[in-house]
């Protein structure tokens, strides 16, 4: 399959090597002309690193070009940052045609950002949006063309938009992630998966010391708010819990039994954190958060520590999280009951 890969991050990086590696035609689009360069000059190729050692995977094409990326492929990925989304939406929707998938994983209701951009710029195009809750593998990038894959997901969870022609989109999205893809509605429902003094300390892990009991019971009650919207609003499960993440035992979803302990293991994740600029705070929390606030004021549920969180961190970086975040308002959408938002969810915008 003809898969376009949009972006330069860590997933970006492992969404084109492991794809490629699965015998797919991958281009990738980046938007820095002089990295793009310089990977062509490498020759195109990643070295993908996973537990079965080094594998030198070649690109079908690196390009700055969108359309040129982005042309014949029936798969579209853009793992790239939410806060990055509208922009990457804007130059993509022109180039959009029939019976494409674009899939964000994740997103945070991206996919709406991604069909407003594609209706604004009057595309009338049979396209269809989805969206999961995390990344397809916990990884990292190592060098310039060189990305490690710690683990894979075992069971991802998609929301497509519009709901109506979610079985192609999923079917498609299926050819690319064998086993791993799990329907969970629309995208709002995908979008309702995404779930200490940092600052002080030259190198810190999230996932180590940012999961410790007392942190590990407040991420617990967040995610239950979480849930709750997603009950309130009549999706059924699983809700997929975050805390099966850490289980030993128990329902096997996101990255499987285990993972947390080899991703703790693998070093990738102790970093420096400038918490002002990090994209925990800027995307998880801002625009995560905020979108769930908006959405449990639609459902009649407290959201309470979501709130709290949000404060917090406006607080920190000095600006308001919820009037500059994301919430169904800013994705225009404020004007919509909840049968009318969800009219709009399964049956798009009318094109």
């Known amino acids: 399959m003809r898969i376009a890969v949009l972006g330069g991050g860590n997933g970006s990086f492992a969404a084109a090597g492991d794809l490629a590696l699965g015998g797919h035609e991958v281009r990738l689009w980046r938007r820095d002309a002089d990295q793009v360069a310089a990977h062509r000059a490498a020759g195109s190729r990643i070295a993908v690193k996973d537990v079965n050692g080094r594998h030198d995977v070649q690109l079908a094409l690196v390009t700055t070009d969108i359309a040129e990326a982005v042309g014949g492929a029936q798969l579209i990925l853009c793992p790239a940052p939410a806060f990055a989304q509208a922009d990457i939406a804007t130059q993509l929707a022109p180039h959009l045609r029939d019976g494409q998938v674009v899939f964000l994983p994740p997103a945070t209701f991206g996919s709406m950002i991604f069909a407003s951009a594609m209706r604004d710029a009057g595309s009338r195009g049979d396209v269809r949006f989805a969206e999961t809750g995390t990344l397809p593998w916990l990884t990292r990038k190592h060098g310039p ?93 699983p809700h997929f819990p975050l805390v099966h993440h850490y289980a030993k035992e128990g329902e096997i979803w996101m990255y499987g039994r285990g993972s947390h302990d080899r991703l703790t293991d693998s070093g990738d994740w102790r970093e420096l954190i400038v918490l002002t600029e990090h994209r925990y705070m800027r995307e998880d929390l801002r625009l995560g958060l905020s979108l769930l606030v908006s959405v449990g004021e ?52 009318g094109q």
């Open 145 to 237: 063309v060189e990305v490690a894959i710690t683990i894979r997901a075992k069971r991802l969870p998609v929301g497509v938009f519009p709901l109506k022609n979610a079985d192609y989109a999923i079917e498609v999205i299926g050819r690319a992630f064998p086993g791993v893809i799990e329907p969970c509605g629309d995208a709002l429902s995908g979008a309702l998966m995404n779930a200490g003094p940092i600052e002080h300390f030259e190198r810190w892990d999230i996932h180590k010391e940012g999961t410790q009991g007392s942190i590990r019971r407040v991420t617990d009650a967040l995610d239950a708010e979480r849930i709750a919207v997603r009950e309130a609003l009549g999706y059924g499960g």
């Open 298 to 349: 639609l459902a009649g549920v407290a959201t309470p520590l979501a709130r709290s969180f949000l404060a917090i961190g406006g607080a920190i970086c000095g600006e308001d999280f919820f009037k500059h975040g994301r919430t169904l308002g800013s994705l225009g959408f404020g004007d919509l009951d909840r049968s009318g938002l969800q009219q709009l969810l399964r049956e798009g915008f």
